[in-house]
Structures are given as structure tokens and as C-alpha cells.
């Protein structure tokens, strides 16, 4: 059930009807467990399964873990939960890909091994749930948040529909504590949230579908055979197709809390405007690189155990990071790239920012860092979008291809450097900006025109192939 769908349209209109409805907050409550365990169901029921026994166990360890005063026992109840979640994870998103190069790493030797195909369907939003469930027994174990809610309450949080399959990752401490006590959206909370709803879903359907999608699709299925004008229009336009798709579904799963009353965390802010390889995983998916930071980077050790432990920490950090992403070497290319810049960044700080000239601080010098960022991090998303080594290589060997024949429409490309050259002004002159302070400022007539040329873009562009949003594989 997509966002953009007139499924999902109606689904709401139900849901939303029925919890205003309802007497009691319980009761309100209830309706969205159900209406969230139906709307995974949407996806495939079978797996509601997996989603309630995790959901369960977590919540039946927690508190088990906040009654125990036995240092020792706790630990046990909480690497039974480390050893769950990251087994179920590990074996629908990683078994095809483990078993595959294990059969790899024998033929290497010599050995022919044939095992039977596992056939694994991968339970969609398992990444998301699966953080979000872990942190709550983490956090419970270090005493940083109560574990005795009520099962309905944490069923609530873990698979409340609008960041179940592809985030934001909200944690315990940030969602729990409002679905405890009752709530309903105010006026203006339920008028920014469809507004979110409304920026959201152009963001996906007109941004990232219908302006980026179409280059990136032609260049990426046959690399070879474009030129170098094709290429970095994929490439460039493979930057604003992430940043838009996963971005619109992060405006709608915000929104859509927020006409429930339920406020979720920021996950970008204006990443493509950052200074830097740091600031820019501060601004791009942010419930995630804070994920990392607070329970994997940090408990290695973080910066606390000498220079070599920190870059050898910051790497590991990336490359589980990139390999969050999905079950392939591509993507633990793309998180060791990202480990790569920032422990060079790193160490360029640690060595030169005392000697940085004296106009570092000005304009110019910071335009061309954000500009540098932007040209980095576009091509390290080559390995992201591409299917194997080879294309990769392709892609990158096209960006130096220099052809007269482009195999690209001219009047499909241009709209491409057209849109990522204005998102990438976009984010540069509101880097230290939020999208509804810079809406407010805007006049009743802005507000309604901006608005209307949304809906009316969006009614234009629908009716086509309904694009399932990128990390919705994740």
C-alpha cells in the first residue's frame, strides 16, 4: 500500500474517521495498532508474523530487564534480544547473500557445493522496525527509558503505520512517552501534516518519479552505451531522485503522524547544502546516522580510545552502515567510500584546521566546500544505485566518455541538470533552515499558490507507473 496510491488515500480517510470517532484514547489507540498491523498485511500477511513476534519478545525482555537488579542476568536478557532481532534480520535480508558467497568461497578452493535455493523473501520495513525495537531494549538496559509500558503501547510504537517500512527511525524515549498520554491533533497540526502530506508526495511523484527517475533508469540499464553529457545527468540525477524519494517519504510519514498528533523526529535537513562529509551525515538520513553513533560507533569506542581506534571505529561504523542497506558488496562499497571521506576529513581537521588560511571563513572558500561535497558524495551514490561492479565502472567510464551522439532525449535531460542545480541552490541558501519557517514566512496567497501547484502538478504526473518508494527495499 504506496503513499502515493488512492489505496492508501482511502485507507486514511478510514483510519482517520474511525479514530476520531472513538470514545476513549484506548480505543483510539487500538484503532491504529490494527490499522497498522493491516496496513503491513497490505505487503504480505504472512509476515505480520515475523513483525509480532519480534514485537512481543522485545517487549516481554524489557521488561524483564527493567525488573532484574543482576547486572549479569540483564546482560543475558539483552544479548537474547541482540541475538533475535539481528538473527531474524540477518537471516531474511542476509541468507541469500551469506549462502552465496560461502558457495563463492569454496568453488575459489576448488569445492562445488550446490546447496538448495533458500527463496528468501526479504519482510519489507525489517531494517526500520528492527532498529527501532532494538533500541528500545538498549535504552531500557541502560536505564535511559522505563520498560514496563503496556503491550498495547509498545505494539503501537513499533509498528505505527507512517514509519513502519521505511522509517524515520523513531525511538522509545521520542514516541512512548506520547502515545501514553492522549492526544489529538490541534488545527494547525492537522494542517501542516497534510501539507507535509502534500510537499511529500510531489517530492516523490513529480521530483523523483517523473523528472530524475526516467534519465537515471535509461543511463543505468546500459552504461556502455551513453555518453558523457547522459552520464552525469544519471549521475547528478540519481542524487536528486534519492534525496526527493526518500525525503517525500519522510514528509509523509511526518504529516501523517502529525494529523494523528504524534510528532517524529526531522531526517534531512538540507543535506546536498553540507560543508563537509560530517555535516553532510548530520543532514542526510538523521535517525539513522544517530542510530549508529549512539549504539554502534560510541560503545566501540568513538573518539575516547586514541586516533587509530577512532578511524578503525569510524569505518566499521560506515561499512555496517552501508550494509544496512542491503545484502550486496555495492552497498558495503558505498558505506566503506563514506568511512573513507570522513576519516580523512578527520584527520585533515585534526591536522590543518589550526593552519586554515585566514578567509576560510568567508563565502567563497564554503561555497566550494559544499559544491566539492556535493560532486563527492554524487559520485559515491554510483556504487548505491549500481547493480554490480562492472556497471559501476561503466557509469563512472562514461562521465570521460566524450561522444557527439548522446543517447539520452536532450528535452528529458534538461530538466535534470535544471532540477538538481536548483535543489542544490535550494539547500546551500536554506542550510540553516527549516521547510516550515521558510513556509511560514510566505503570504496566504504564496501558501495557497505554492500549494495548488502541487496538487495540480500531482494530478498531472499520476496516473502512470506507481514507483515503489527506493528504501522500501531496505
Not at 492522549?182 to 513529480?206: E, I, N, T, Y
Not at 562492472?390 to 543517447?407: D, E, I, K, P, T
Request: charged share 15%; glycine share 8%.
Amino acid at each position: 500500500m504506496l503513499f502515493n496510491s488512492l489505496t492508501f488515500l482511502v485507507f486514511f480517510a478510514i483510519v482517520f474517521t474511525l479514530h476520531r470517532l472513538m470514545p476513549s484514547w484506548t480505543a483510539q489507540k487500538r484503532v491504529l495498532l490494527a490499522a497498522s498491523y493491516l496496513f503491513y498485511a497490505a505487503w504480505n500477511p504472512p509476515y505480520v508474523a515475523i513483525l509480532l513476534f519480534s514485537t512481543t519478545l522485545d517487549w516481554w525482555l524489557a521488561r524483564k530487564i527493567w525488573q532484574n537488579a543482576v547486572p549479569g542476568q540483564r546482560k543475558l536478557l539483552l544479548l537474547l534480544s541482540l541475538l533475535s532481532n539481528l538473527g531474524l534480520l540477518s537471516f531474511f535480508k542476509y541468507g541469500n547473500f551469506l549462502l552465496g558467497n560461502f558457495r563463492t568461497a569454496l568453488a575459489a578452493i576448488g569445492v562445488i557445493y550446490q546447496p538448495p535455493a533458500l527463496d528468501i523473501i526479504l519482510p519489507i520495513g525489517i531494517s526500520f522496525y528492527t532498529f527501532a525495537s532494538l533500541s528500545y531494549t538498549i535504552d531500557v538496559y541502560r536505564r535511559e527509558v522505563q520498560g514496563h509500558w503496556s503491550f498495547l503501547d509498545y505494539a503501537l510504537f513499533v509498528s505505527f503505520f507512517p514509519h513502519l517500512v521505511a522509517g524515520p527511525i523513531v525511538r522509545a524515549k521520542q514516541l512512548l512517552p506520547q502515545i501514553v498520554q492522549p492526544r489529538q491533533a490541534s488545527r494547525d497540526q492537522l494542517g501542516w501534516g497534510l501539507v507535509l502530506v502534500c510537499f511529500g508526495l510531489f517530492s516523490k511523484v513529480v521530483m523523483a518519479d517523473n523528472i530524475f527517475a526516467p534519465v537515471v533508469d535509461q543511463v543505468f540499464t546500459d552504461p556502455a552505451a551513453h555518453n558523457v553529457v547522459d552520464s552525469w545527468a544519471a549521475v547528478l540525477g540519481f542524487s536528486g531522485q534519492i534525496y526527493f524519494d526518500f525525503s517525500g517519504y519522510t514528509l509523509c510519514a511526518i504529516g501523517l503522524a502529525l494529523c494523528f498528533g504524534f510528532e517524529f523526529p526531522d531526517n534531512f535537513r538540507h543535506p546536498y547544502g553540507a560543508r563537509g562529509f560530517s555535516d553532510f551525515w548530520r543532514r542526510w538520513h538523521i535517525t539513522l546516522s544517530t542510530w549508529l553513533r549512539d549504539y554502534l560507533y560510541i560503545p566501540l569506542g568513538g573518539s575516547r580510545k586514541g586516533k587509530r581506534r577512532t578511524y578503525i571505529d569510524l569505518a566499521l561504523t560506515m561499512l555496517i552502515g552501508g550494509l544496512w542497506h542491503g545484502a550486496s558488496w555495492m552497498f558495503v562499497l558505498w558505506g566503506g567510500l563514506h568511512g573513507l571521506y570522513l576519516a580523512i576529513e578527520r584527520w585533515l581537521r585534526e591536522n590543518f584546521s589550526r593552519h586554515a588560511p585566514p578567509g576560510d571563513g568567508q563565502p567563497k572558500p564554503q561555497i566550494i566546500l559544499t559544491l566539492f561535497t556535493f560532486l563527492v558524495v554524487s559520485l559515491t551514490w554510483i556504487p548505491f544505485r549500481a547493480p554490480d561492479v562492472r556497471a559501476a565502472g561503466n557509469v563512472f567510464m562514461g562521465l570521460f566518455r566524450f561522444r557527439s551522439f548522446s543517447a539520452v532525449d536532450l528535452l528529458s535531460m534538461l530538466p535534470v541538470y535544471i532540477a538538481i542545480a536548483i535543489t542544490v541552490r535550494w539547500h546551500i541558501a536554506l542550510r540553516d533552515s527549516s521547510l516550515e519557517a521558510q513556509f511560514s514566512r510566505l503570504g496566504t496567497v504564496a501558501q495557497t499558490s505554492v500549494l495548488g501547484l502541487c496538487l495540480v502538478t500531482l494530478f498531472l504526473c499520476s496516473g502512470g507507473d506507481e514507483r515503489a518508494f527506493i528504501y522500501f527495499q531496505f
